[in-house]
C-alpha cells in the first residue's frame, strides 16, 4: 500500500548517490551542559550517510523538545533547532528506503508509554520486522509509520519488565538484523550495536566530561570528543548519572561488519573498528592495481568516490595520477534542472573531462562499484569522447550480485547488472575497452579478514549471515 | 511535559479569537468520482472552525494519500492536495488545545492495523482521556502525539471484534465526553456523533450520487451537497458500497448540544439540529433588547461576531442601526507587526471608530460574549474617545463562569472574569456605562429549549451534565 | 513589448476586487523619532488601495534603507522591514496597471542624482506618459521600470535649477494627469497634490510633534496622528526642519476629485475633503431607495462593499434590512484552490446564502458598481436557488460606460457592460427581476457636488476634466 | 551613504573564498531554437565565479523575459527561469562588490532607450567609473542601483552615434579598466573584452547552428558547443543574423590578463587564451617543488583548491601525494550554524584531518594563496593536532601586497598580511615550521610570461597596468 504523506516533493535528484545508505545516528550525554550543539556538530559530519530527512531530540531529564524535517540537515533545521537547553541529545540522518518518504518516518522517533518517554533512532534494517510487524499488530497495535524502528518501540512499552533498562535490553531479544541504536530516555542515553556488528557505532569522551556516540569516528572529532572505544557487537551501553556500564545482548554467532562501509560509505577520516577507511581504501586500489593486467598511460579517478583508491593504484602501479575529471561542486541534491536541459546527461552536468590531460591517453579510470552499469556508460562515453585513446574501468570492489537486507538501500536483484552478466558481458555494455574488478580474495585480504569471518560480503556471495526469508521478497508496500 | 516538535513559530496572532473551538471535520464518499475536490470545499467552508493545522486523507480502497499542514488550509496544502484518485476522503481543521502545536498532533490521525488502515478526524473532547490513556499505557501502548484522538485508535486496534466496523462499534462504548467523528477505512466512511450530541454533524447527499459528512451544513453547500439531515446524537453512521445504514451506540441520559455553536462558534450561514444558526442570533438580539434597561441613541456591532445580535437589537428596539467601527480586512493571522509598532494597541490594528456616527451618541455596543474583559475595555476606550456620550456593552449571552471540558479552549477558571467579579464589577473594570448581560432564560428561551432538556449550558452554570472528574484540574502537559 | 521579471507567480486571484485603485501613498518626517513603525501603520491602514505590491523607505538624513515586495504588506516585509532608525518615511502600496508586475516596478521608486538621493511614492497617473517617455528617451534617458513614476524622477534630475526642491516644481509643471505624491529627500519630506485634485491626499500631527501624509485620514487614524487638513489641489506641502511650508503648482482649471473615492475606493471611515466616506455611502443608499421604483419585502447587501448603501437604502425605503449572503472571510489573495475545484465558482466558494432569509422574498440586493457583469449574474443566480421570490439589483452608482485614465484600472472600454447595453438588456444578461442605477444628479447630489463642478464623473459620461490623447488608444504595453 | 535594499539577509558564510571574483558571463545565440536552456547550463558552469546572485534574460527580438535573484542558481531561479522561447538570451553570476547587495545590483542589468531596449552584463571594474558618474549624474541622469555597469547603460543611451552598435562602440571608448561584457538588444548579441584582457571571455559554435559566449571555455563544454577562439582583447564581437563580424575598440597599449585566473580563479577544466588552467597549476606546483629548500616526508593539499598544485609539487620533488585533510562536502553558502556552535571553529567544521596519514610526518601542506593568513593559521594548528612532525606551508603563487581594482574584491590593503609583513614574520604568525612562496620568476615562467608583458600581476607587484587614481582610495559607499 503507497502511503505518501506531508512529503515536500524535490525536484529529481541528480546527483544521487548509487547506493543509499539508511542512515547515521549520535547521541550525547553530559551532565550540566546543554548539548544540542555537540550533537548538531556531530550529527553534521554524518550528513554523507543521509540525506533524505534529520532529525534531533534533547531532553533535561523533565521535558523533551524535538524538530525533524526533510532535506539535508540545513534545510530540516532551517526553521529551529530544538532551543531546551538539556543535558542529552539524540540525533539522526537517513535515507527512506522501502515506502515512500512519510513525514512521520523521520527519526528519531519518539513516543509516551507507561515507563514516561522514549527517543530512538536506528542505523540498519530489521530482517524480522514483517513478521514482527504482524504479530504485534495482531495483538492490537497501531503503526503510524512505515519504519521498522516504530516495531522496537512498542516492543518495549508492551515489555513486563520492571524498568526501562530491562524492557529494552528484553526487546532487543526479539529483533533481529542490522541494528546500531541510540536510545534516550528522561535519565538515559543508550547505545546498542547488533551482535553481527552490521553498522558501526562508536563512543567518544567529551573534554569536560560526557560522553558521544556516533556511527563513525569522524563525529567524535567534529563534536570535539575524543574516541575511546567501539561500540562491541551486542553490546548495550548505558550512560547514565552513575557513568558507563554495559550489557551483553544476544548470542554472537559470527561477526558481520559491513564490508562496504570502507569501500564506499564511511566517510576516509573515520576509523572503523580499528581500520582507518582511507588505508583500507588505498588498500583495495594497491591491490587492484596489482590484479589489473592492462597496460596503461595514466590513473584517473571518478571524483569523489574514486579518489583514494586511484591513489592507491598509482602509487601500485607506477602509473602518474592525472585529474581527468571535474566536479561541478554546484550541482546538489536541490539542483532545479530546467526542462529543456534534461536532454542534456546528469553526468555532464556534474562533470567535465580535461582534454588536454586525456587526449591519446590509455586511461584507467577508478571507482569504488559498479551497480546498474548505466552511470559508468556514461562516464566512459565523456571521457572516449574528450579524446582518450583506451579507457579501462577498474573497481575497486567485486561483482555486486545480492541484494543487502542490512541496512542499504541497493536495488533489486533484477536491477544489479552483475546478477545476470558476464564481467566480459557489462564491458561490453559499457563501452570499455577494458573492465577490471577487484576479486573477492583482494578485498578481503585488503581489509584484513581473508576468512571472511568477521565482515559480510553477502552482497558479492549471496551468503547472508543470518535468515533473510522474512524479507528476502519483500516488495516496497 | 512540554513537547515541542516539528512547529513552525508564528508571530503572535492578532486577530485570535476569544474562543478556540477545537475542530471542524468532514468527510465524503462517492463511488465512481474522485473526491479531494469536493472534500476540500467543503473543509474550507469550516475554516473558521480550526485556523492552527489542516488534513486531508484521501482513498481509492487500496491506497491512501494524505497532507497535513500548521496553519490555515491555504498555509497548510501550500505544496501539494493529497493527488490520489480516491473515491472517499475525510478532513478536519483544528486548534490545539492541550500541549503544544505537536506537528503529529494534525489531524485526520492515521494508522495501520491488524484490520488494514484507518483515518480518524475528531472534533470534541473526550472527559476519560487521562484514565484511558492511562490503562492503554499500563497496557503496553505507545503515544506519539500529544491528542486524545490516539486514544481511540489503539482501543479500535486492540478489540477483540471479528470486523473493523464492530471494532469501532465498542469502542466507542468506552470514551466519554464530546466527540463528532469522521472514520476512514478501506472501504467504509462511518461518522460518529456523541450520545449527548455535544458538537454537530450533519449529513448530505450529492446529486450524482454518494454522501457528504460536515460539522455544519455550509460545509455542505460548499461541497454541492444537498442537506438530508442531521446525524442523530448517539449514532453511528456507515457508508459503504451499499448505502447507508446505521448503528445505535450508548445510553442517551440527555442531550446536551453546545449552546454556543448558536451565539458564537458557527457560520450564521449554517443550520444546526433544525434551527438557522442566523436566526438564532438574531433572537438573541431581539431577546437581549427587550431585558435592555438603558436608553440609547443608536445601535452599533464588534464587526463581524456581533453583527447579526445588533440588527436583532435594533429591529426589536427600534434604535438605529449603524456602522461605528470598521474592521481592517487586513490584519490575518499570519499578520507582522513591527517590534516597534506593538505599542499600539492590536485592537486598534483591527478597528478603526467612524467619529462623524459616533459623535455625541449615547451607543449600545453589541457582542456575542465577554471572557476576560481585556478586549472589551479597549473597545469601550476607543469608542468613547471617537467622542461617544455613553457607551452601553450589550452582551448576547449570559457571564461565563465556568470552563468547557465538550471541545472548547476557554480560558482556565480563574481567567473567567466572571467567574470572581459581579457585573458591576466587570461594567467599572470594562469602563462601560452600562453592561447589559442576556439573562440564562433569554437565552435558552431564544434558541427553544427553555427547559435546558436539550442544549449544554454548562459554561454559564457549572452543570456539566457528564463526570468532569478525569479533566477538572488537568494543567496543560 | 511584455518584460516580465522577477515576478513569484501567484495563483488567480479569486477576491480580486472589480476595480483596481492604483496606489495608496504615506510619509511621515518626525526628527528626533524613529519612524518607519508609524509609517508601517499609516500604510498599513491603507492596504485596500493596493494589495499587489509595497515598499517602505526610510532616511535618517545621511543613509537611506528601503524594503520592497510582492504582495500584501505582509508578504512583502516577511523577511525585513527596513532597519533603520530614521526621522522621515514614505510608503507605498500599489496594484500593478499595464506593464507586468515587474519587480521594478514596485514603489517607492529610488534614485541618486546631482542633488543627492531621492525617493517618490505616486498614486494616480499621468496622461501624459507616454509623450513625456518618449521625449526624455530622445534625450538620452534611460527607463529601467514600466511606470510614469520614473519619468518624473528624470524631469526632476535633468532641471536646472538651483535646488532639489526648486527642481521638483519646475518638474511638476511638466507632468499632466493625476499625482499624489509623496517624496522623500535626504533634508525634506514633500507631497503633492495634482491641480485637479484627482486623488485624496491630507495631512495630520504626531501628538510630540512631527507630521503624517497619507492618502486617506484613516491612516493618520491608525498611525496615531490627528488631522490637520487635506492636501490642497494643486498644492505642494514642503516639510523640513522649519516646519510646514507651501508652494502653489499650475493653475486650477476645475477641481476633478474622483466621485468613485466615495462610492467604493475609500474606506468608510475615512473623510475625504470634508466628506465622511460612510455618510455619503449611506445617502448614496438613501437616494437609491428613493429613485427604486420596485416593490421588494426586504434589503440584502452583496458583502461588503453594498452594506453601508444597502443600511441607507433599508432605513429611506423601510424595508428590512436583512443579511442573505454570508462571506467566507478566508478566501484571501494567496489562496490555493485545487485544480478540480475550478469547475465551482469562484463566488460560491466566497458566498454562501442564508436561505431561511431569503426564502420566497422579493430581495433588493445592493451592490457599489456594476462593471462586466459577470459576477452580478452569479450572484444572482445564487440567491434565486436559495429560493429567493423576486431579486431586485440595486447599484448605487450610474452605469460606467467609459474608462478612467486617473489611476484607476477599469476595464478596456469595450469590456464595460454599461458602454454597449441599455439597462433593460443588462438586467436581463443578468437575469435580474430588476435592475436600478442611481442617476447622475442623484449620485452629484449625494455627495454634495449637483452641478459637477468640484468631482469627476468622467467614467459615467466620457467629459474628461483634461485632455487624454496621448493615452486614449493606449494598448498595455 | 549606505543603500540596503530588498536583501534577503544570509546567515555568514562559512565557506566564503578568500578572493571574490566578481562575475561570470555568458551569452547565447541561436535562431530558431529556443536558447534558455543552453545559456543556464552555461552559466552554472561558472557559478564557481560568483554566488551571491544570478540572473538570466532572454529575447525573441520583440519582447524580453527576465529573472534574476539572489544566491545561487539554485535558489536564485528556485521560483522561475524565463519562459520565453527566445533565440538570444545573456546571463550573469556574481558577487557583490562595493556597497550591499542591492536587489537592484543583480545583473543582467536591463533598460529601455530610445533604440530599443538593451541587455547587459559586465566581469570586471571599471577604473574611471567615479568620475564617469559624477559627470552623468551632472548632465542629469539617474543611478537606480550602485553599480558601474549602470553608467555603460546610460552612456550608450546618451550617444549621439546612429545605431545601437555605434552607440556602443562610442561608449566603449569612455570607460577604462576590466571589463568583458554580454550585452543583448533586440537583433544583436554582443561580445566585448577590454583591451588589456583583464577578464576572459571565449567563443564557441553550437552543433545545429549559433554562438556561445562564456567567461571560461568550460561553459562552451556545458552549454554542448565548440570552442572556436578567444575574444581578444580589444574586441568588440557583433552576433546577429549575418553572421559574427567584429570591430576593434581602443589601442592596446599591452597586454594585463589576470594571472590570478590561472592560480586560482578559473576552473582547471578551462582553457584561457591557449593555456589549461588545470596545466598552469600543476606547473607552479612543480615550480613550487622546485624552489622548495625544505626536507619533508609527504604532500598534501588544502582541499579543492590545493590539489592540482600539490600533485605537481609531489611529481616533481617524488615526495608521496597523500590526502591529509576531507572536506565535509555538506558546508555549503546557506549552511545554518546553531548560535551555540560558533565556538566551533569554522575551518574544523569544513576540515577533518585524516590522523593515521599525518602522524609524525613532516607535511608540506599545498595552497594556492595566503591573504589574510588567519584561515591559514587555523590549518596548520589542525594538522599539528592531528599529530603531524612538521608542516610546511607552501604558496603556488608570490606574496599578495596590493589590492586589484579590476574586478577582484581582494581585502583592502592593510588587511593583505604580505604588504606589512616579512615571510618569516608570517610564518611565526601562522606557526608554521616553514612558509614557502612562490616566487615571481616562477610563477610568470610556469604561465609562459617570464617578461609579464602579458599577464598582470599587479597585486603582487604594485605596477598598475592603468591609472587607478580615481579608484584608489574609495571606500565602499
Same mark, same amino acid.
Given at each position: 500500500? $503507497? ?52 532529525? *534531533? ?6 521535558? %523533551? ?18 532551543? @531546551? ?11 527512506? $528506503? ?6 512521520? &518516518? ?16 536506528? &542505523? ?7 513478521? @514482527? ?13 512505515? $519504519? ?5 518501540? /512498542? ?9 526501562? =533498562? ?22 538515559? @542515553? ?10 558501526? *557505532?562508536? *563512543? ?21 570528543? =575524543? ?18 556500564? #554495559?550489557? %551483553? ?34 588498500? @583495495? ?25 586511484? *591513489? ?44 588536454? /590531460? ?24 565523456? %571521457? ?12 575497486? #570492489? ?20 552483475? #546478477? ?40 558479492? #556471495? ?10 528476502? /521478497?519483500?516488495?516496497?508496500?
Amino acid at each position: 500500500m $503507497t502511503v505518501k504523506c506531508d512529503l515536500e516533493l524535490k525536484p529529481q535528484d541528480v546527483t544521487s548517490p548509487r547506493w543509499k545508505e539508511e542512515c547515521g545516528v549520535a547521541g550525547v550525554w553530559a551532565p550540566g551542559r546543554s548539548v544540542v550543539d555537540l550533537c548538531y556538530l556531530g550529527l553534521f559530519a554524518l550528513q554523507h550517510r543521509g540525506q533524505e530527512s534529520a532529525g *534531533l531530540a534533547v531532553t533535561d531529564g523533565l521535558h %523533551i523538545d524535538m524538530e525533524r524535517g526533510m532535506g539535508l540537515m540545513r534545510e530540516a533545521f532551517r526553521h529551529r533547532l530544538p532551543s @531546551l537547553k538539556g543535558h542529552a541529545a539524540i540525533g539522526h540522518v537517513r535515507y527512506s $528506503t522501502c515506502g515512500a518518504s512519510l513525514f512521520n &518516518n523521520i527519526q528519531p522517533i519518539f513516543a509516551y508509554f507507561s515507563g514516561g518517554f522514549i527517543c530512538l533512532a536506528h &542505523n540498519g534494517s530489521l530482517t524480522n520486522a514483517p513478521s @514482527l510487524r504482524r504479530r504485534l499488530e495482531k495483538d492490537g497495535c497501531v503503526f503510524q509509520t512505515g $519504519t521498522d524502528t516504530e516495531a522496537i518501540l /512498542n516492543l518495549i512499552a508492551r515489555d513486563g519488565a520492571q524498568t526501562t =533498562e530491562e524492557k529494552i535490553a528484553a526487546s532487543l531479544q526479539q529483533i533481529e538484523g542490522a541494528y546500531s541504536l541510540t536510545i534516550m530516555t528522561g535519565d538515559r @542515553l543508550i547505545g546498542v550495536r547488533d551482535p553481527y556488528g552490521f553498522r558501526p *557505532l562508536c *563512543l567518544g569522551s567529551l573534554p569536560g566530561g560526557g560522553y558521544v556516540l556516533a556511527s563513525e569516528s569522524c563525529a567524535l572529532d567534529a563534536a570535539g570528543a =575524543e574516541f575511546i572505544r567501539d561500540v562491541a557487537p551486542g553490546e548495550m551501553l548505558i550512560i547514565d548519572r552513575d557513568g558507563l556500564h #554495559s550489557r %551483553i545482548i544476544g548470542a554472537r554467532p559470527r561477526l558481520a561488519r559491513c564490508v562496504f562501509e570502507y569501500i564506499y560509505f564511511a566517510r576516509p577520516d573515520s576509523v572503523l573498528d580499528g581500520l582507518s577507511v582511507w588505508q583500507a581504501r588505498y588498500r @583495495l586500489g594497491q591491490q587492484l592495481a596489482r590484479e589489473f593486467t592492462g597496460a596503461a598511460d595514466m590513473v584517473t579517478p571518478v571524483p569523489d568516490t574514486g579518489i583514494t583508491a586511484a *591513489l592507491g593504484f598509482a602509487a601500485e602501479s607506477g602509473l602518474p595520477y592525472v585529474e581527468g575529471l571535474i566536479k561541478n561542486r554546484y550541482v546538489g541534491r536541490t539542483f532545479i534542472l530546467p526542462d529543456q536541459a534534461e536532454r542534456q546527461s546528469t553526468v555532464e552536468m556534474k562533470l567535465n573531462p580535461i582534454r588536454a /590531460n586525456l587526449k591519446d591517453k590509455r586511461v584507467v579510470l577508478v571507482d569504488d562499484s559498479l551497480v546498474r552499469g548505466t552511470t559508468s556508460a556514461s562516464l566512459i562515453s565523456l %571521457i572516449r569522447r574528450a579524446g582518450a585513446g583506451e579507457v579501462h574501468f577498474c573497481i575497486s #570492489s567485486p561483482p555486486i550480485t545480492h541484494p543487502c537486507y542490512y541496512g542499504i538501500d541497493t536495488a533489486v536483484r533484477k536491477e544489479l547488472i552483475a #546478477s545476470h552478466k558476464t564481467v566480459d558481458e557489462i564491458r561490453r555494455i559499457i563501452s570499455a575497452d577494458g573492465l577490471q574488478y577487484l576479486s573477492r580474495p583482494g578485498l578481503m585480504g585488503a581489509v584484513g579478514d581473508p576468512e571472511e569471518k568477521l565482515m559480510c560480503g553477502a552482497c558479492f #556471495s549471496g551468503e547472508y549471515p543470518t535468515s533473510v526469508k522474512d524479507v528476502e /521478497n519483500k516488495e516496497c508496500k
